[in-house]
């Protein structure tokens, strides 16, 4: 019997290890196979009862290495040496785990209010997340949006925010339109490639597995079987933001991110964030989750940063409301009967 397994959604240099170390330890556990890995095929063959037992033991170090991003020597000695049974138990530990990163970082919600958030993508198909800056949303959330595609949750990434030009014009800019655009998009891209190996993530973003684009471009579009972001929501007016999230196909997920105190818009414009959620207050299925300054996982200055900010935007309105100009409680003037 011959078979033949397509890496679809795993490195092959994670599972083959350096100049094939890992490769060749494997076939050593199965001298009664033939065993041939190229690119992205592994091909083997020999009899039935020893292909069942081997492709047993390959679909466990598979999702080893969807899961943690990583295999080394020890760890597929454990998963092919060892009882299915505990490997399977030891691989649904850590369960609040969000996604194994590159080289196994391990990325998960690091706060109360980023696992609130976590549990409210997963109980809801579009969700809300403000806070100020340093809270997570993004990297939570793009995180979010990795795992559901290593699971094959989804068919594609969608991660898009409004180029709003913060005091420059876009375009004085060098490069053509997408160079124009990508500073714009670049925490998004850190994001993936925390997370994504860059071989694979430069293969999805060409073949359109992960897009990430501005606003603008996804009008007219029906966005289903997908996992699409909205990041810095609160640069969007309220057209935009209804053009957004009409766009949500029957198998989606959004999730709405962004920053109510930092409006990139023009003086006269009004941001579609705070319309949206007083909008859809009441509607059921929509998650909201509100991050602060105790969720900041930046520099320990940028939480006293944004809280000496926020004492600032106190203070500035307990003065215009002493200045407002208050009305007497003065006597009705008498009619003419």
Same mark, same amino acid.
């Not at 001298?31 to 047993?56: C, H, M, T």
């Not at 319309?275 to 859809?280: D, S, T």
């Given at each position: 019997m011959e078979r033949t397994?397509?890496?679809?959604? $795993?490195?092959?240099?994670?599972?083959?290890?350096e100049q094939n170390a890992l490769m060749r330890q494997?076939? &050593?556990?199965?001298?009664?196979? *033939?065993?041939?890995?190229?690119?992205?095929? /592994?091909?083997?063959?020999? *009899?039935?009862?020893?292909?069942?037992?081997?492709?047993?033991?390959l679909d466990l170090l598979l999702r080893h290495v969807r899961k943690f991003n990583v295999l080394t020597l020890p760890q597929m000695e454990r998963?092919?040496?060892?009882?299915?049974?505990? !490997?399977?138990?030891?691989?649904?530990?850590?369960?609040?785990? !969000?996604?194994?990163?590159?080289?196994?970082?391990?990325i998960k919600a690091r706060t109360a209010n980023q696992q609130r958030m976590v549990d409210a993508v997963g109980a809801n198909d579009l969700t809300f997340a403000m806070g100020p800056a340093g809270t997570g949303k993004t990297y939570t959330a793009v995180a979010l949006a990795v795992r559901a595609l290593k699971n094959k949750e989804v068919k594609r990434l969608i991660l898009t925010r409004p180029a709003v030009e913060a005091g420059e014009s876009l375009g004085f800019l060098p490069g053509d339109m997408k160079e124009k655009l990508d500073p714009y998009m670049q925490p998004?891209?850190?994001?993936?490639?925390?997370?994504?190996? &860059? %071989?694979?993530?430069?293969?999805?973003?060409?073949?359109?597995? /992960?897009?990430?684009a501005p606003l603008a471009y996804m009008r007219g579009r029906t966005l289903?079987?997908?996992? $699409?972001?909205?990041? %810095?929501?609160?640069?969007?007016?309220?057209s935009q933001m209804k053009m957004f999230l009409?766009?949500?196909?029957? &198998?989606?997920?959004?999730?709405?991110?962004?920053?109510?105190?930092?409006?990139?818009?023009?003086?006269?414009? &009004?941001?579609?964030?705070?319309?949206?959620?007083?909008?859809?207050?009441?509607? %059921?299925?929509?998650?909201? $989750?509100?991050?602060?300054?105790?969720?900041?996982?930046?520099?320990?200055?940028?939480?006293? !940063?944004?809280?000496?900010?926020?004492?600032?935007?106190?203070?500035?309105q307990a003065a215009v409301a002493s200045k407002a100009p208050k009305l007497e409680n003065r006597p009705p003037e008498p009619t003419n009967p």
């Open positions: 397994v397509q890496l679809d959604d $795993v490195d092959p240099r994670v599972l083959y290890g494997l076939e &050593s556990y199965y001298p009664k196979l *033939s065993i041939v890995a190229r690119g992205d095929l /592994i091909k083997f063959n020999g *009899s039935p009862e020893d292909i069942s037992v081997f492709e047993e033991k998963i092919v040496l060892d009882d299915k049974t505990s !490997i399977l138990k030891g691989m649904s530990e850590g369960d609040l785990v !969000i996604v194994h990163g590159v080289n196994g970082h391990v998004l891209y850190d994001a993936l490639r925390d997370m994504i190996p &860059s %071989e694979r993530l430069l293969q999805y973003l060409e073949n359109g597995t /992960i897009e990430i289903d079987r997908a996992f $699409v972001i909205l990041d %810095e929501a609160q640069n969007t007016t309220a009409t766009r949500m196909g029957p &198998s989606s997920k959004f999730i709405v991110t962004g920053d109510p105190s930092q409006t990139d818009l023009p003086p006269r414009a &009004s941001s579609g964030l705070p319309n949206a959620l007083k909008l859809l207050a009441n509607v %059921e299925g929509i998650g909201r $989750v509100v991050l602060d300054g105790r969720d900041v996982v930046r520099h320990p200055l940028v939480r006293k !940063i944004i809280a000496a900010y926020d004492d600032e935007g106190q203070r500035d």
